[in-house]
């Protein structure tokens, strides 16, 4: 296993981190949206990071899913991001994610950190399902080769030269597409998104955390220098100058199937809909769907105290647990 340079426990990581998931969540999300993940889904997301994909993904799951979060480190995750989250401590360069039988199986900005990163592709795959749907999101630095101006281009070849001798492969994306084919893996299509950032954005104060979280080891390495490093620093805080730096390619797939994951969604949403049938049902026992509706509102992350609080009160209104389930609410 490489060394994992980014350390959660130097100073700015779950800053840094919070950053990636404002980032990226989002075209995480569109991502896994069109794989069709619902609930009743089981789901695995491997180098969770702080987990907020998981803490999608529980929610997006429920009711009768199941979402996994796997990371070495798990000290910047919240235990309570979202009900049915569960978060495991593992490698994934050393086993597959048992029980081996997840829907859909994620990882994003991880691969590329690995010594091996074909073993762990292997791991990911055998951690799915017959049938179950891939998504992995890595970075490819493609766009960095003709950054501007040319002090930043030439910051740019020393951030590689180091990220070669430090075992990391910032090139990744592209070679995703055939790792999966060889591993016989189906209907895999590939895009690639490049953000254009400006000094001052959010993608320039995450370059700026980065960079300042790796500066010994860049100026160790001999391939920064101080006056490099300052100068791509300076040009982070400097709103007129626009750049890129990232193509972030993803990569969907499918395991060979017995069954596809669309027929598993859809009998999952099927048990999705005769569950709240039965929290209708269970609505006109009005004094236990109260106290279950109570359990449950202590229990939403996705929703404000206050709120909570209103409809812990109005809840004792005969019709207003049916409410509660027809908007979204869960007895259980
Ligand atoms: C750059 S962070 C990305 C976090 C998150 N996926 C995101 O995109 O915001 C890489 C994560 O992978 C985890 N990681 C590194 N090597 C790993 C391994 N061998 N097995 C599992 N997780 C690993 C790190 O601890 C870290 O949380």
């Given amino acids: 296993m490489t060394e994992y ?20 969540d989002p075209m995480h999300r569109r991502h896994l949206e069109a794989l069709g993940v619902g609930p ?34 798990l000290s910047l995750c919240d235990a309570d991001a979202a009900p049915g989250l569960e978060f ?8 597959p994610v048992e029980p081996a039988d997840y829907d859909v199986v994620t990882a994003r900005a991880v691969l590329h950190h690995l010594a ?20 992995l999101i890595e970075p490819d630095f493609l766009p960095v080769s003709i950054a501007e101006p040319a002090a930043v281009r030439g910051f740019w070849q020393g951030w590689l030269a180091w990220s070669r001798e430090a075992g990391i492969d910032f090139f990744i994306g592209r070679k995703l597409p055939a790792m999966l084919a060889d591993l016989e893996l189906e209907d895999i299509s590939v895009v690639a998104e490049t953000p254009l950032y400006n000094g001052g954005s959010a993608w320039a104060r995450y370059w700026a955390q980065t ?6 080891r860049l100026e ?13 620093l300076a040009h982070c805080g400097e709103p007129d100058w626009w750049t890129q730096s990232i193509a972030w390619t993803a990569v969907r797939a499918r395991k060979p199937a017995t069954g596809v994951l669309r027929d598993t969604a859809a009998t999952a949403s099927t048990v999705g809909t005769m569950k709240k049938l039965f929290e209708l049902l269970v609505c006109f026992l009005h ?13 939403r992350p996705d929703m404000g105290r206050g709120t909570k609080i209103v409809w812990a009160i109005f809840g004792i209104v005969p019709l207003v647990p049916f409410l509660y389930v027809l908007t979204g609410g869960d007895l259980w």
Avoid: K, Q, Y
């Fill in 5 to 24: 340079v980014l350390d959660h426990h130097n100073e700015g990581e779950r800053a840094r981190l919070a950053l990636m998931s404002r980032l990226l």
């Fill in 40 to 73: 009743g889904a089981r789901t695995l997301e491997v180098g969770c990071g702080n987990g907020s994909v998981s803490a999608w993904l529980a929610d997006r799951v429920r009711p009768g899913g199941h979402a996994v979060a796997v990371d070495l480190d």
């Fill in 88 to 95: 495991r401590a593992g490698d994934i360069i050393a086993a």
């Fill in 116 to 135: 091996d990163p074909a073993a762990a592709i292997t791991n990911l795959v055998a951690s799915g399902r017959a049938g179950g749907a891939f998504l």
């Fill in 211 to 216: 960079v300042g979280e790796l500066r010994p």
């Fill in 220 to 232: 160790d390495s001999g391939h920064l220098d101080r006056r490099s490093i300052d100068t791509f």
């Fill in 287 to 299: 004094p236990i769907a109260v106290v279950l509706m109570w359990i449950d509102l202590a229990t």
